[in-house]
């Protein structure tokens, strides 16, 4: 499959070349392995670095203008009437690949309502569902011809509910793909300013 990114992309450990959709000068933005709700995207700065304070000034300003411009075609291609933005700076604010990530998730009135409303987002961040490291890990133990994997174990934070964590899987590769396509395509549509 013909991918965006003319180099390995790398999430934290993880290559996930085939699942960006943008890249600027210092970022780029990937599709989610298990999304919280339709849309839900990541945007990471290109070098690894667990926590916000290692950027540089340019990263800084990169990332979030970057932040930006996806959530403008997200919140578009999506219908959203508003969006989160968040980042868990380290691993006790529930950061469970150390690559600073931003998430964004586009929103609805009364997305959440069945799940005790719009702050049960944060929940569901925090809880095993938005444990993107873990599932990565999963994933590449189970695909490793070797067994072993490079992957650090990760931490999360104990005491917040797990939110709809049965319905929830993470996609496959080809599904990943074929959203990364249609963004790319959408990203193209996005003006600089």
């Known amino acids: 499959m013909a991918t965006l990114a003319k180099a390995p992309v790398y999430f934290g450990p993880f290559v996930v070349t085939s699942q960006v959709f943008y890249q600027s000068s210092l970022s780029f933005a990937l599709v989610n392995l298990k999304p919280i709700l339709p849309g839900h995207v990541l945007v990471c700065p290109n070098r690894v670095v667990p926590r916000v304070a290692d950027l540089t000034p340019a990263e800084t300003t990169d990332l979030f203008l970057t932040v930006r411009k996806v959530s403008r075609m997200i919140e578009r291609v999506y219908g959203a009437t508003s969006l989160n933005i968040a980042i868990q700076d380290g691993v006790d604010a ?31 961040l925090d809880g095993e569902e938005g444990d993107i490291g873990r599932v990565q890990r999963e994933l590449l133990k189970t695909n490793s011809s070797n067994g072993s994997t490079s992957a650090g174990t990760g931490r999360r934070r104990a005491g917040f509910p797990a939110v709809d964590n049965e319905d929830r899987k993470p996609r496959s590769l080809e599904e990943m793909e074929e959203e990364a396509r249609m963004l790319a395509k959408e990203m193209a549509k996005e003006s600089d300013d």
């Not at 150390?98 to 959440?112: C, E, F, S, Y």
Request: net charge neutral; charged share 20%.
């Open 94 to 124: 529930g950061q469970s690949v150390p690559h600073v990530h931003t998430h964004i998730i586009p929103r609805r009135k009364a997305d959440l309502d069945q799940y005790g409303g719009t702050d049960a987002i944060y929940s569901m």
